[in-house]
């Protein structure tokens, strides 16, 4: 199979992309799945780029359990293989899918893993990220000034490695909640 399955499953890919694309969420779905079997087994970094994929997808589905087990099987793929960043992306993945659960010990669980794996490596976009989803989920639990306080320390990393975007949604989070840390 070798080459040829790697060419046939990046062909699937890319139809699944195309699906993505258009917004037929299922179609990708079953593309992404079948390119995935078809991957030779020395395509490991490829296996778990198609299972972060296949868990946004089923995310997008509201197929939650279906989205924690992709992201499962990206992070041990990423772990095997030594990719730090990889599995802290999908470690955070893994507590989003928690968070839209509404499972905010699960959430933030998942979240503070993923955040000493960023600070383990010098990852600060990463750090930022988590310090961001981790002050989210304290809004959702009215710890309103720890959240302040993360708010504050991911625009400043996101300043840092120059994330505008991000900082100023930052800026706008902590507008949002300074009525609520002055009383």
């Known amino acids: ?109 998942n979240y503070s893993k993923s955040l000493s794996i960023f600070n383990e490596v010098g990852h600060k976009k990463g750090v930022a990220d988590q310090y961001s989803n981790i002050a989210y989920a304290h809004v959702q639990q009215a710890r309103f000034k720890s959240a302040f306080e993360l708010f504050r320390k991911a625009k400043t990393l996101y300043d840092e490695v120059g994330e505008q975007m991000k900082s100023q949604l930052c800026d706008q989070n902590m507008q949002a909640l300074t009525p609520y840390i002055e009383k």
């Open 1 to 109: 199979m070798g080459q040829n399955g790697y060419e046939r499953a990046k062909q699937i890919y890319h139809a699944g992309q195309e699906c993505f694309e258009k917004g037929d969420f299922d179609g990708a779905l079953e593309n992404f799945s079948k390119a995935l079997e078809l991957l030779p087994e020395d395509q490991a970094q490829s296996k778990a780029r198609l299972h972060n994929n296949r868990g946004h997808i089923q995310v997008k589905l509201k197929r939650y359990d279906d989205a924690l087990s992709s992201f499962g099987e990206a992070a041990e793929v990423y772990d095997k293989l030594g990719d730090r960043i990889g599995l802290g992306e999908q470690i955070a993945n893994i507590g989003s899918v928690f968070r839209d659960r509404e499972e905010w010990d699960a959430a933030l669980d």
